[in-house]
């Protein structure tokens, strides 16, 4: 069963924004799967452990980070000696993103020991903090690769897929909601993931079907349902196309 988590800051605080150690997760942490709503941006000083994050499984180690995005089903393991610090975030502006964890350098955890001082003071500023999270999320440099930083076009895309990817599974009602032509929004996907726009919305659509069917215990019927297909046929040839199984027998392990 997944435990949905709400951002919940700190009676006295009552900020956009919030920091905890390692520590403080592992007295809260019940080793079960959980959902958030909010950022999870975590930094390990020290230590090693593992994050399972939408079926893969992450290794953390020193100087490492990793971000967990509202939404992204996952489950800590193995963070008994983890040291380190975690910062919590409503969903705001672009956030630097990566598949695995990343090693951050001098300039991030300065700027992350900025806001935790910032944090910890008893007339702490919600202003303050956003500009501090904003400078933090600037000195963040996750590994791309060969691949550009995604442009102002495919972030406008990735939000409009997450609105709206239940209910339109073609690139075309993306175009025409945001103004540009459907090569421009493969080249801009292209670029920033390697994969076409298509591609991209597709995969959308198959992270979602995965975490109906084993966190949420849909039934593929259901599952179909809940995403949009006219019928459990439709939805079963489609999930069939991109995963090589039907949605019946599907099984992350």
Not at 39 to 60: K, Q
Not at 115 to 124: Q, T
Not at 137 to 160: S, V
């Amino acid at each position: 069963m997944i435990r949905q988590l709400v951002y919940q800051p700190p009676r006295e605080a009552q900020t956009p924004v919030e920091t905890m150690t390692f520590a403080r997760l592992r007295s809260l942490n019940d080793g079960g799967t959980q959902r958030a709503d909010f950022h999870v941006l975590a930094f390990v000083r020290t230590g090693h452990g593992s994050v399972t994050a939408d079926f893969a499984t992450h290794a953390l180690g020193p100087r490492s980070v990793f971000l967990i995005a509202p939404g992204v089903v996952h489950r800590w393991t193995g963070i008994e000696r983890l040291a380190g610090d975690l910062v919590l975030f409503e969903p705001a502006g672009p956030v630097p993103q990566a598949a695995e964890p990343w090693i951050a350098g001098p300039p991030a955890w300065r700027a992350l020991d900025h806001l935790r001082y910032e944090f910890g003071l008893s007339d702490r500023r919600s202003e303050v903090l956003r500009l501090l999270l904003s400078a933090l999320l600037l000195r963040l440099d996750p590994p791309a690769g060969d691949r550009a930083a995604p442009d102002d076009t495919f972030q406008r895309f990735r939000l409009a897929v997450e609105e709206d990817f239940r209910s339109h599974h073609d690139v075309g009602h993306y175009a025409r909601r945001l103004g540009y032509s459907e090569r421009t929004l493969s080249r801009s996907a292209h670029a920033a993931t390697g994969r076409s726009a298509k591609d991209y919305l597709t995969g959308r659509l198959l992270l979602e079907a995965k975490r109906l069917l084993v966190h949420d215990g849909l039934s593929p019927a259901a599952c179909g349902r809940r995403l949009g297909f006219p019928d459990a046929s439709n939805f079963s040839a489609f999930f069939l196309r991109g995963t090589g199984v039907r949605p019946g027998a599907w099984n992350p392990h």
